[in-house]
């Protein structure tokens, strides 16, 4: 009996492209690999792939079960970056969609949103003065891609 390790795992339903969206996707983010690809026969939508993979250490899942559902902006993945340089990394390699792009929002070429959000953003997020919570605010809000140097000048008040 296999072992349950994390107790949430995301699983995304993909029209055809489970094996291409998880290669992708591990082809950008360290500590990432598919893990197992399953053909499931004859369901409802045919032949299924379900494919198990991990990025950055973090478990998913993804099924080519038909185009029965799309993604949507309702839920997204953050990624945490340290500097301006991943920041942009991520950006670079995850946005296809630029009319999407708003407040460190991005939509990728399956139609799956990221946030791709500098770390230091919590800190700024959880201050309790509220003219650097509304200068950080204001500064975001015009944003498509963050940044971090005109973020840390809000917060500052500079």
């Given at each position: 009996?296999?072992?349950?390790?994390?107790?949430?795992?995301?699983?995304?339903?993909?029209?055809?492209?489970?094996?291409?969206?998880?290669?992708?996707?591990?082809?950008?983010?360290?500590?990432?690999?598919?893990t197992s690809i399953t053909t499931l026969p004859n369901t409802p939508s045919g032949d299924c792939d379900v494919v198990s993979f991990t990025l950055s250490g973090q478990p998913f899942m993804a099924i080519s079960a038909g185009p029965l559902f799309k993604f949507n902006e309702s839920i997204s993945?953050?990624?945490?970056?340290e500097t301006q340089a991943e920041l942009d990394y991520y950006w670079?390699?995850?946005?296809?969609?630029?009319?999407?792009?708003?407040?460190?929002?991005?939509?990728?070429?399956?139609?799956?949103?990221?946030q791709?959000?500098?770390?230091?953003?919590?800190r700024m997020m959880a201050d309790q003065d509220p003219e650097r919570l509304a200068r950080v605010t204001q500064a975001f809000?015009?944003?498509?891609?963050?940044?971090?140097?005109a973020l840390q000048r809000a917060y500052d008040g500079r």
């Amino acid at each position: 009996m296999a072992t349950i390790k994390h107790k949430i795992v995301p699983h995304l339903w993909f029209d055809k492209e489970a094996k291409e969206a998880a290669d992708f996707y591990c082809s950008i983010f360290p500590d990432s690999r598919i893990t197992s690809i399953t053909t499931l026969p004859n369901t409802p939508s045919g032949d299924c792939d379900v494919v198990s993979f991990t990025l950055s250490g973090q478990p998913f899942m993804a099924i080519s079960a038909g185009p029965l559902f799309k993604f949507n902006e309702s839920i997204s993945f953050m990624v945490y970056c340290e500097t301006q340089a991943e920041l942009d990394y991520y950006w670079e390699k995850l946005s296809a969609v630029p009319e999407a792009e708003q407040c460190g929002w991005l939509k990728d070429k399956y139609g799956l949103s990221w946030q791709i959000v500098p770390t230091i953003m919590d800190r700024m997020m959880a201050d309790q003065d509220p003219e650097r919570l509304a200068r950080v605010t204001q500064a975001f809000l015009k944003m498509k891609k963050f940044d971090l140097a005109a973020l840390q000048r809000a917060y500052d008040g500079r």
